[in-house]
C-alpha cells in the first residue's frame, strides 16, 4: 500500500509502502503517474515535495 510519495523538482516522483519498499508501478514523471496514484493511495498516504538531496517537508495531498 502507499505510505509515502515524493514528487522531486525535476518532475519525478518516487513512492514507498509502510515498509519503506520502493513501488515502481508509481514511480516515473509526475504527468504519468499522477492519476494512478491519487486513486490508489488510501487516505493515510503522506505527500511530499523535495530536490534531490532536499525535502521541504510533507505537504497536504490536495497541495501534491
Sequence with gaps: MLDQVIKFSNGMVMCFDENGEQMPEYQGRYEEVKDKILAD???SARFFRAKWGV???EIPREEW
Design 55 to 57: 525535502s521541504s517537508g
Design 41 to 43: 493511495a488510501p487516505q
